[in-house]
T-cell receptor, first 114, second 116 residues
Framework: NAGVTQTPKFRILKIGQSMTLQCTQDMNHNYMYWYRQDPGMGLKLIYYSVGAGITDKGEVPNGYNVSRSTTEDFPLRLELAAPSQTSVYFCASSYSTSSYNEQFFGPGTRLTVL | AQKVTQAQTEISVVEKEDVTLDCVYETRDTTYYLFWYKQPPSGELVFLIR??????QNEISGRYSWNFQKSTSSFNFTITASQVVDSAVYFCALSEARRGADGLTFGKGTHLIIQP
């Protein structure tokens, strides 16, 4: 099992550009999450999904969009990149709700917006 | 509201020393779960341990041990005989049972540096 994979690993965007961060998991987990990690801070939840076709906002959803057409994939879309979106983005998955089950994380995508 | 505080931003010790990472949490729920994750220099977060609010037994796994005390709302992590490979950022996290999938709150992390 590859676990949770993310692409790309690094990306530099210009202000106003758009991009999609890809996330795939092969553990047949229903729950998937997107977090951002800023320097010296913990992880902040952007969006999450409890199953295919179902997504919901987390703590910091502004400027992002997601979709969940399959159990395996959970892409994160940045429509108009801003410097405030410079961060490391982590995708995660869990078997069921995170209140009990640990989350499995991908390797992260380091995004810089200039 | 739930909150996790890791007051130690950075700790630096010499190899083979013991080190304790502090985690203090706040919650109004009686049922909740506490986690520790490790983030090595490679960047990926790795799950270390989960503890539920009804289980206050301390846990030991090799050189790692965890001390859960509800009376002080703490869930501290001790590494005995530290090694350079333990160098990482360690996150404590809290999840209230009544919350849904959006309920995991992370502390800001403690950067542990083990010097050879």
């Amino acid at each position: 099992n590859a676990g949770v994979t993310q692409t790309p690993k690094f990306r530099i965007l210009k202000i106003g550009q758009s991009m999609t961060l890809q996330c795939t998991q092969d553990m047949n987990h229903n729950y998937m999450y997107w977090y951002r990690q800023d320097p010296g801070m913990g992880l902040k939840l952007i969006y999450y999904s409890v199953g295919a076709g179902i997504t919901d906002k987390g703590e910091v959803p502004n400027g992002y969009n997601v979709s969940r057409s399959t159990t395996e994939d959970f892409p994160l879309r940045l429509e108009l990149a801003a410097p405030s979106q410079t961060s490391v983005y982590f995708c995660a998955s869990s078997y069921s709700t995170s209140s009990y089950n640990e989350q499995f994380f991908g390797p992260g995508t380091r995004l810089t917006v200039l | 509201a739930q909150k996790v505080t890791q007051a130690q931003t950075e700790i630096s010790v010499v190899e083979k020393e013991d080190v304790t990472l502090d985690c203090v949490y706040e919650t109004r729920d009686t049922t909740y779960y506490l986690f520790w994750y490790k983030q090595p220099p490679s960047g990926e977060l790795v799950f270390l341990i989960r503890r539920n609010s009804f289980d206050e037994q301390n846990e030991i796994s090799g050189r790692y041990s965890w001390n859960f005390q509800k009376s002080t709302s703490s869930f501290n992590f001790t590494i005995t005989a530290s090694q350079v490979v333990d160098s990482a950022v360690y996150f404590c996290a809290l999840s209230e049972a009544r919350r849904g999938a959006d309920g995991l709150t992370f502390g800001k992390g403690t950067h542990l540096i083990i010097q050879p």
